[in-house]
């Protein structure tokens, strides 16, 4: 198993910055990459930003869904098992709880990969 836990949430002005931090503990050496998603009231879960797992995070390939790029930035801290999302010009439309997912290697080529979810954290971006 898993455990994902995010932090960092809170409340900021339009234009303004937070950054999220998202820590995974236990079985993390078979985690191939994690993500950022998004959901707001009323609208289905978003993925935000992608970060593969591996090496010790100094260079990793990432991807971000259009909405965000160039105002987030993953990243990914190999000795302390954390992903962040730096999060800048931060918009009304950015409002939502934001979820961090692991993914995991199956165990055979036979079974899908697993994912693990964090609890979420609240982002409010007022204009």
């Known amino acids: 198993q898993v455990q994902v836990t995010e932090s960092g949430g809170g409340l900021v002005q339009a234009g303004g910055s937070l950054r999220l931090s998202c820590a995974a503990s236990?079985?993390?050496?078979?985690?191939?990459?994690m993500s950022w998603f998004r959901q707001s009231p009323g609208k289905e879960r978003e993925k935000v930003a992608t970060?593969?797992?591996?090496?010790?995070?100094?260079?990793?390939?990432?991807s971000y869904a259009e909405s965000v790029k160039g105002r987030f930035t993953i990243s990914r801290d190999g000795a302390k098992n954390t992903v962040y999302l730096q999060m800048s010009s931060l918009k009304p439309e950015d409002t939502a709880v934001y979820y961090c997912?692991?993914?995991?290697?199956?165990?055979?080529?036979?079974?899908?990969?697993?994912?693990?979810w964090g609890r979420g954290t609240q982002v409010t971006v007022s204009s």
């Open positions: 236990g079985r993390t050496f078979d985690l191939f990459a």
């Open positions: 997912a692991a993914d995991e290697y199956p165990p055979d080529t036979e079974s899908p990969p697993s994912r693990f």
């Open positions: 970060i593969d797992y591996s090496g010790d995070g100094s260079d990793n390939w990432t």
